[in-house]
């Protein structure tokens, strides 16, 4: 049985920074590519981040660029976000996704195992 947990969320001021953690567990996580999503209020799930089994390859939608970071530990079946310079419109209810098979894209479609949420709220 596949779980995520996710760890993290919270309120921050804009310009502030939360660190986001997720545990795997029920997969083979070391050979899984692994994403963050968000869902804010009234709009549809987004990718973030998504990053490489082998953490050699990520990629961020362009809101994000130069201000988080995804990375992962597979000793620890643990992936990561760290997010700096938050601005309000981040704030959304963060997932850790993990995808239905080894060639997932960084999409929503592509990944068929969500954690439960954890909800991110960045106040002007």
């Known amino acids: 049985q596949v779980q995520l947990v996710e760890f993290g969320g919270g309120l921050v001021q804009a310009g502030g920074s939360l660190r986001l953690s997720c545990t795997a567990s029920?997969?083979?996580?070391?050979?899984?590519?692994m994403g963050w999503f968000r869902q804010a209020p009234g709009k549809e799930r987004e990718a973030v981040s998504c990053?490489?089994?082998?953490?050699?390859?990520?990629l961020y939608t362009d809101s994000v660029k130069g201000r988080f970071t995804i990375s992962r530990d597979n000793a620890k079946n643990t992936l990561y976000l760290q997010m700096n310079s938050l601005k309000p419109e981040d704030t959304a209810m963060y997932y850790c996704?993990?995808?239905?098979?080894?060639?997932?894209?960084?999409?929503?479609?592509?990944?068929?195992?969500w954690g439960q949420g954890t909800q991110v709220t960045v106040s002007s």
């Open positions: 996704g993990a995808p239905d098979d080894l060639d997932a894209r960084c999409r929503v479609a592509d990944f068929g195992y």
């Open positions: 029920g997969l083979a996580f070391d050979d899984l590519p």
């Open positions: 990053i490489s089994y082998n953490a050699e390859s990520t």
